[in-house]
């Protein structure tokens, strides 16, 4: 079963096929791209679409694969099987077509898994090697026998040239003798019937003892070949007619051997040439713009499915120019199979009737399709066209005669394929189910008296339901309008028009008939008010409530239209800020772990700083008469603190939480006095910050701010029952040779300043420094208010001032008290 050509034609598949034809390399897959035809199988149609996109994909990656010098040879070598002999330059091209499909061959072979019918087309080209390596020492690029064809060549055309030069020079001495330079016309040598001779003047022909082989017009020159370079002359030809049959002995012996593998060589080509056609149909996928549709299963007695087989999403007629093309969206079946587009004229119906007909053709002669992703179709048995004016003259046939004529036969086929009795053959070609069909008519049931146009073409649509096909129809009936809006399996489509440029949009909107807009065109282009409202007067009721219907279904779908339109814009805009908020969300996440790291960094850098401290307290304690108990719960006390700032440290994996101050009897106040539990030693409270929940401790002769969480009342006596008194000897400790006397605050915030100003200002008291500079910039003043608050009520600042001419306000310098 084949889809008619009068359809092929209709619908210009023709045309596609001869510009697919111009992507071709060779004359034999030319011809197949001539002669392409949409297959009527499903595994056909998808096995030739695979095919296709491998094809693409190959030359997406390597765009140089091609069959390379291939020929068509294969009336040359069934020639040389029936006895013929071949001249060199076929016998090249046929060595030339062999060794480029030895190559394609290994090339497709060592492809992956994404090329299974490529490499099995490779796998079925022959290797016929020995051929090919016998032309090649044989035949030269020119087509010439070469010399070493064989050594018999060989010594023959060294023979004749020999014999060559012989004669030539016999022929110089003869001619630039004294004896005959009177006789001679000129000094010349030519050749006359394949002999050397020399021009001799009529008037002497005495004196040169010869044959005469010809005469000028005049007859005043003779050519003469003299009797003494006869026998050279004879020697020479008789040489070349040995040469010339050993070579026509290679020739001969080279097609026998073209001639035995001729049918090889047939394969061969056509082989190359299949390849080759994929290779077209891919280049002209990729020149316009196509993609592969999806091939879907579909006929009449399936159950019904919610997505269309039918389906074009921005669809492109491919023989208009893709500046100027409008794409269309169209789909069939499912909640429809029939659609009736009406609208005005040259507003693009017919050109979407051809787009849908022509599309389905290509997809199943295995071409890919202009139009996007989703697209998808199924495979049509039936394609039927009936498009255009077909006036017959010679039939006496009008127009509508002509249409009548081509819509009966199409109903009578279509009536036919479905009532195929089972025992048939072609019954089975379907598997047991109706064959899909394809219907779209143009202008159906124009032609004739409208009313009777109408209620005919009602009649076709509803045959059309009836046999269960999908079809595409176009109209300007009003009562068709109505027909599909109340009809099940029938619906509305209409091409757009733009009433202020008068001009149709092409666009297809399916769902929505389309208005004749014949009175709205008038007034556009002037005419009288009063004309308009007469002419629409006459306008039967129920046709102007259909118009009238039409334009507020138009509108609605308009005001739905924008409505979504408006959605989406609202979904893309919540799509944006829900991106932003992920983004920001990141970046905390990352300040956050950034802030733990620092927080973990400085708490390692207080361990550090504290175990110095009890470093050079231990060092400077053993210069001083204290007990050893003292100094061996000193350091497990050390080790107590080095433990708990690695907890502290392991805390900070998670999000910290600081824990609230443990319930007390009595809020601690200035003068109490404590025990500093991360050390072990008592001190007495001489600052608290209720804020930071923190209060600065004098221990002996240090001062530390710690957190109420390390505090406890101390209870007046120390563990062995003595209460603890500190030495009478004053430990002082030694300067810390790294705290610098500039501190540089600038960039930070408010909230920073307090606990990392203090610790700084504990540093510089105990490595004995007199002043220190702060430096806090000038900016907005908030910074250098906020340090100097501080500074006014810390234990350890006797006094601070303005920079001065060392940085104005944007430095204070802070004296500290003695020590």
Known sequence: MSIPESSLITLEFDVIRDRLAQYTAFSTSRELALSLTPATDLAEVRRRQALTAEARLLLEEWPEVSIGGARDVRRAVQYAARGGILDGTTLREIAATLQSAAL?????????????????????????????????????????????????????????????????????????SSALAG?????????????????????????????????????????????????????????????????????????????????????????????????A?????????????????????????????????????????????????????????LLLITGPNTGGKTVALKTTGLLALMAQAGMQIPADQPSRLPVFQYIFADI????????????????????????????????????????????????????????????????EGAALARAIIGRLLELGVLGIATTHYAELKAFAYTTPGVQNASVEFDIE?????????IGIPGRS??????????????????????????????????????????????????????????????????????????????ALEAARAEIEAELREVRQQLRRLREEFRTVNISRQWLEEADKRLATIAEQSQQAVARLNVQPQPAPPPPAEKPLQVGDQVQVTSIGLNGEIVVIDEEDQTATVQVGGFRMTVSFNDLKRAKGKSDDGQRFTPSTRTVHLPPTSD?????????????????????????????????????????????????????????????????????????????????
């Open 104 to 176: 394609l061959r290994q090339r497709l072979s060592r492809l992956d898994e994404r090329f299974p019918l490529l490499i099995d087309l490779a796998n079925t080209l022959p290797v016929i090697p020995s051929l090919s390596e016998a032309i090649d020492r044989a035949i030269g690029d020119d087509g010439q026998v070469l010399d070493s064809a064989s050594p018999t060549l060989a010594r023959l055309r060294h023979e004749v040239r020999v014999a060559f030069n012989h004669l030539q020079e016999r022929l110089q001495s003869m001619i630039h």
């Open 183 to 279: 006789a001679l016309q000129e000094p010349i040598i030519t050749v006359r019937n394949g002999r050397y001779v020399i021009p001799v003047k009529a008037s002497h022909r005495r004196e040169v003892r010869g044959l005469v082989h010809d005469q000028s017009g005049s007859g005043a020159t003779l050519y003469i070949e003299p009797m003494a370079i006869v026998e050279l002359n004879n020697r020479w030809r008789e040489l070349q007619s040995a040469e010339a049959e050993e070579v026509q002995r290679i020739l001969s012996t080279l097609s026998d051997q073209a001639g035995a593998a001729a049918n090889l060589i047939t394969s061969t080509v056509n082989t190359l040439a299949t390849l080759d056609l994929a290779f």
């Open 281 to 337: 149909l891919a280049r002209y996928a990729i020149a316009t713009r196509s993609t592969a549709p999806e091939i879907v299963d579909w006929r009449r007695d399936d159950p019904p499915s919610p997505e269309p087989p039918l389906h074009l999403t921005r669809a492109r007629h491919p023989l208009l120019a893709a500046e100027t093309v409008v794409p269309i969206d169209l789909w069939l079946g499912g909640e429809f199979s």
């Open 388 to 451: 255009g004016d077909e006036q017959s003259i010679e039939q006496s046939l009008s127009t509508f005669s002509s249409h009548m004529a081509n819509i009966i036969r199409v109903l009578q086929t279509l009536a036919a394929a479905q009532q195929i009795p089972p025992e048939s053959d072609a019954y089975a070609l379907f598997d047991d189910r109706r064959p899909a069909a394809l219907v779209l008519f143009d202008e159906l049931g124009a032609g004739t008296d409208p009313v």
């Open 501 to 509: 440029t008068l001009a149709p949009t092409y666009r297809l909107s």
């Open 517 to 594: 807009n014949a009175l709205a065109i008038a007034a556009r282009l002037g005419l009288d008010p009063t004309l308009i409202e007469q002419a629409r007067s006459f306008i039967d009721r129920k046709e102007a409530q259909v118009e009238d219907l039409l334009a507020g279904i138009q509108r609605e779908r308009d005001a739905a239209t924008a409505a979504l339109q408006r959605a989406e814009e609202l979904r893309i805009d919540a799509e944006r800020y829900r991106d932003r908020l992920a983004a920001e969300q990141q970046a905390f996440a990352a300040e956050r772990a950034a």
């Open 739 to 819: 705290v610098s006397m500039t501190f540089d605050m600038r960039g930070w915030r408010a909230a920073e300043v307090s606990d990392r100003l203090d610790r700084y200002l504990n540093d510089a008291y105990l490595a004995g420094l007199h002043q220190v500079r702060l430096i806090h910039g000038k900016g907005t003043g908030a910074l250098r208010q906020v340090v100097r608050e501080l500074l006014a009520g810390h234990p350890l600042v006797a006094s601070f001032s303005s920079g001065g001419r060392d940085g104005g306000d944007g430095v204070t310098i802070a004296t500290l008290v003695d020590r």
